[in-house]
């Protein structure tokens, strides 16, 4: 069975700094696609970013455009874990975060909820002004 389980979200200051942490269980992350989403209140759930592994450090990254140039997903394959970082961070980036994985498909990346077969229970982010 594959679980997911998010970690790292908390309260900051805009302009701050946060790292999330998806750990994965029944499933290695190298042979998947990963990805990051989050729901803001009153909202839909919304694509953030997302990666696909081939072996080695070789990897593809989408990342949404209000995002691209302040977070980065990464990885650490001997703890199964992907991380999303998130710097400069802004109240609209307020939301609860998930972490998902989905079969690796062919290019592009996924942006859609219904590329992805197994989710994390969110962790909540919160930036304040």
């Known amino acids: 069975q594959v679980q997911l389980v998010e970690s790292g979200g908390g309260l900051v200051q805009a302009g701050g700094s946060l790292r999330l942490s998806c750990a994965a269980s029944g499933r290695t992350l190298t042979t998947y696609t990963m990805a990051w989403f989050r729901r803001a209140p009153g909202k839909e759930r919304e694509f953030v970013a997302a990666a696909r592994w081939s072996g080695g450090i070789s990897y593809v990254a989408d990342l949404a455009d209000s995002v691209k140039d302040r977070f980065t997903i990464s990885r650490d394959p001997a703890r199964n874990t992907v991380y999303l970082q998130m710097n400069s961070l802004k109240p609209e980036d307020t939301a609860t975060y998930y972490c998902?994985?989905?079969?690796?498909?062919?290019?592009?990346?996924?942006?859609?909820?219904?590329?992805?077969?197994?989710w994390g229970q969110g962790t909540q982010v919160t930036v304040s002004s």
């Open positions: 998902a994985t989905g079969p690796r498909r062919e290019l592009p990346i996924p942006r859609m909820t219904a590329g992805y077969d197994y």
